[in-house]
C-alpha cells in the first residue's frame, strides 16, 4: 500500500510560522503567501484519527484547486498556483470568523435539530411538515463561528453583525456570493448525476476586497447525493446514497466512536485504511468527472518541498 503524509515540517525561506489544523499544515511566508498542505491526515467527530490515507490530500487539494478556477468569475480566490498536488500556494488575507454553511436539503445536524423540535436554524425560519432529505423551498444559510479550539458554534446573521465579526456591508456581499457559488456548485453536481445537499464556504479580506479562502465543494467540506434514486428513496423514507466522508463516521459509530470521552478508536486495519483510500478515490471521480491518476513517490515530504520551493 503507498505511503501517507501524516506530519509535515518544513523551513520555507521566508517562512514566518506554521499553523497544524485537523487535515492540513499552512506555512506562512511573510505574511504574503500561504503554503498549505493537505495531508492525508483524516478526521472525524473533531478528532484525527491515527491512521493516514493514501492520496487522500491529493484528492482534496485537486478538487479544491477544480473549484476555486470553476468560480473564480464570481468572486476571487486565495489561490495562486498548486506546485505539487498535495500543496496549493495562496495570497494571505485576514479571514473573517465566521463559516458561511448553505444548506439545499433537510439533512445531518439540521434533520437532528428539526426532529428534536426545532423549527428555527441560526435565526433561519424552517416549515412546519418537512421529512428527512427533504428540499428546502430555497437554500438556507447557518453559518457557525469559527472556534480556535473546541466546536463551531451556530450563530445567526444578527447576532454576527451585532457582535461586529462582520459588518452589515461585508455580510450582505459574503451571503450573496454564498448563494451564487452554491448555485454553480449544483450546477456542476448535477451534470455528475450528484446534487449538492450542504456545503460549507470561508471568506478573507485583502487590500478590502472580499476573497473566498481554503477548499470549496471537497467530500470534506460538502455533502453530495445520488440524483438517480433520490426522488424514490425520500418517498420510501430511505437513507440516501451519500458521497461525503459520512461514510467514515458511520463506520466509527458501528464500532461505538463518537468522539465522547472514553470512547477508544477503533482499529484502523491495513484493509480498512485502504477501503477508505478507495473511497476517496471514487468521490474524486464523481464529483470532477475524471480519471484520477495517483501521484506515487517513495518520499512524499522531499518531493513538496522541492516543489514548493521551485513555486517560492
Known sequence: MSKALVNTDFHFEGQKNVYHGKVRDVYNIND?????????????????????????????????????????DIVPNWKLSTPDPMVTVGTKCEPFPVEMIIRGYLTGSSWRSYKAGAREICGVKIPEGMKEHQKFPQPIITPTTKAAEGHDEDISKEEIIKRGLISAEDYAQIEEITYKLFQRG??????????????????????????LIDEIHTPDSSRYFYSEGYEERFKKGEPQRQLSKEFVREWLMANGFQGKDGQKVPEMTPEIVNGISERYIELYEHITGEKFVKETSEDLAKRIEENVKKAL
Open 186 to 211: 449544483t450546477e456542476v453536481a448535477a451534470k455528475r448525476g450528484l446534487i449538492l445537499v450542504d456545503t460549507k464556504y470561508e471568506f478573507g479580506k485583502k487590500d478590502g476586497k472580499i476573497i
Open 32 to 72: 504574503e503567501k500561504l503554503v498549505m498542505v493537505a495531508t492525508d491526515r483524516i478526521s472525524a467527530f473533531d478528532v484525527v484519527l491515527p491512521e493516514g490515507i493514501p492520496f487522500k490530500g491529493q484528492i482534496l487539494n485537486q478538487i479544491a484547486s477544480k473549484f476555486l478556477d470553476l468560480t473564480s
